[in-house]
């Protein structure tokens, strides 16, 4: 069975850094790409970026570019997003997700990870 | 960036009715455009790529259609399940965006 499966839900205070991962199974991981996708609370969906594990090649929103980083390690079939310094802003639900090819429909989702910022 | 725009934003409807929801891109977009339902708690569901082609396992009764900047996802009878949260995915360029979705509610 092909699946994404996502670290669990964070709380972390604002300021500090943060690393969630997405371990690919029941497929080639090399050969796909990996999208992540922000939810924030009751909100819509907002595509962040995405990586191609075979050589790292990477894209990123503008909305995203700068604020985090998307890495992958395809020895243990792992997409990671990570921020330096998170910030209340930043609590959401996050779901990485597969395309069918890139760019295109995501027909593979993670669960998803709730990450909370708060003091 | 390409904005997709959903209408309407929500409304209600009754088992077995028929309904038709708009997404227009800001830009042309061929027929790079995908549809999701997505219910609380979960992660989305693909529905339809390629602007009308069904993803395996997906009832018939959804069905989508349009090109270019003005797409259309209809449900034919509606059904209980089928109360949810839909967006559309424009994949024409990068960055992807999705519209801002369309809640279903039960009447």
């Known amino acids: 069975e092909v699946q994404l499966v996502q670290s669990g839900a964070e709380v972390i205070k604002p300021g500090e850094s943060l690393k969630i991962s997405c371990q690919g199974s029941g497929y080639s991981f090399t050969s796909y790409w990996i999208g992540w996708v922000r939810q924030m609370p009751g909100k819509g969906l907002e595509w962040m970026g995405i990586?191609?594990?075979?050589?790292?090649?990477?894209r990123y929103s503008p909305s995203f570019q700068g604020q985090v980083t998307i890495s992958a390690d395809k020895s243990i079939s792992t997409a990671y997003l990570q921020w330096s310094s998170l910030k209340a802003s930043d609590t959401a639900m996050y779901f990485c997700?597969?395309?069918?090819?890139?760019?295109?429909?995501?027909?593979?989702w993670g669960q998803g990870t709730m990450v909370t910022v708060s003091s | 960036a390409i904005r997709m725009t959903q209408s309407p934003s929500s409304f209600s409807a009754s088992t077995g009715d028929r309904v038709t929801i708009t997404c227009r891109a800001s830009?042309?977009?061929?027929?790079?455009l995908a549809w999701y339902q997505q219910k609380p708690g979960k992660a989305p569901k693909l529905l339809i790529y390629?602007?009308?082609t069904l993803q395996s396992g997906v009832p018939s009764r959804f069905s989508g259609s349009g090109s270019g900047t003005d797409f259309t996802l209809t449900i034919s009878c509606l059904q209980s399940e089928d109360f949810a949260t839909y967006f559309c995915q424009q994949y024409y360029s990068y960055p992807l965006t999705f519209g801002g979705g369309t809640k279903v509610e039960i009447k």
């Open positions: 997700a597969r395309p069918l090819i890139s760019p295109g429909a995501f027909d593979i």
């Open positions: 830009q042309g977009i061929s027929s790079y």
């Open positions: 990586i191609y594990p075979g050589d790292s090649d990477t």
């Open positions: 390629a602007a009308s």
